[in-house]
């Protein structure tokens, strides 16, 4: 998980992405969503009865399919920085791009996603990592002056 100004938060959500261009030197992008504890995410809501019936199956399951315009990213600020996969091999050249507003989860959705993981990945969020001379950014969107924002 990532952390901004020190604070981790109760869930992220990772949406991978991979070029198949050889020729790409960084292959695989990772959106990122932080959430905070507060009202339930529609999004999440939609899976949670897909979530549950795998909960005593210790077999992947398929899902379905998602749109991903259910997702709700919320501003157009974002951080990015080169880092590394949270899975082993844990490879590095990964762009990491992680929206600057916090999105808000119920602590029922995160209690129902974490016993939906199996015991041996209960914790999965992968430890802090040194930055290691890694600049990250944060991009913001341009105002024009007399446009609102929406």
Same mark, same amino acid.
């Given at each position: #998980?990532? %952390?901004?100004?020190?604070?981790?938060?109760?869930?992220?959500?990772?949406?991978?992405?991979?070029?198949?261009?050889?020729?790409?030197?960084?292959? $695989? +992008?990772?959106?990122?969503?932080?959430?905070? *504890?507060?009202?339930?995410?529609?999004?999440? !809501?939609?899976?949670?009865?897909?979530?549950?019936? #795998?909960?005593? !199956?210790? &077999? &992947? !399951? %398929?899902?379905? /399919? $998602?749109?991903?315009?259910? *997702?709700?990213?919320?501003?157009?600020?974002?951080?990015?920085? $080169?880092?590394?996969?949270?899975?082993?091999?844990?490879?590095?050249?990964?762009?990491? *791009?992680?929206? /600057?507003?916090?999105?808000?989860?119920?602590?029922?959705?995160?209690?129902?996603?974490?016993?939906?993981?199996?015991?041996? +990945? /209960?914790?999965?969020?992968?430890?802090?990592? +040194?930055? %290691? %001379?890694?600049?990250?950014?944060?991009?913001?969107?341009?105002?024009?002056?007399?446009?609102?924002?929406?």
């Amino acid at each position: #998980m990532n %952390n901004v100004y020190g604070v981790r938060y109760a869930l992220e959500l990772h949406m991978v992405h991979e070029s198949p261009d050889l020729n790409v030197k960084n292959k $695989i +992008a990772v959106v990122g969503l932080l959430y905070k *504890i507060g009202e339930a995410d529609v999004f999440l !809501s939609k899976l949670s009865r897909n979530i549950s019936s #795998m909960m005593n !199956s210790l &077999e &992947e !399951s %398929n899902m379905g /399919e $998602i749109d991903p315009t259910d *997702i709700k990213m919320g501003g157009r600020s974002y951080y990015k920085y $080169i880092g590394s996969l949270t899975v082993p091999p844990c490879s590095e050249g990964v762009i990491w *791009i992680i929206n /600057e507003e916090v999105a808000t989860v119920s602590k029922k959705q995160v209690e129902l996603l974490r016993d939906a993981v199996h015991d041996y +990945a /209960e914790s999965n969020a992968r430890p802090l990592q +040194a930055l %290691n %001379n890694r600049e990250v950014h944060l991009y913001l969107p341009r105002f024009r002056p007399g446009v609102t924002k929406n």
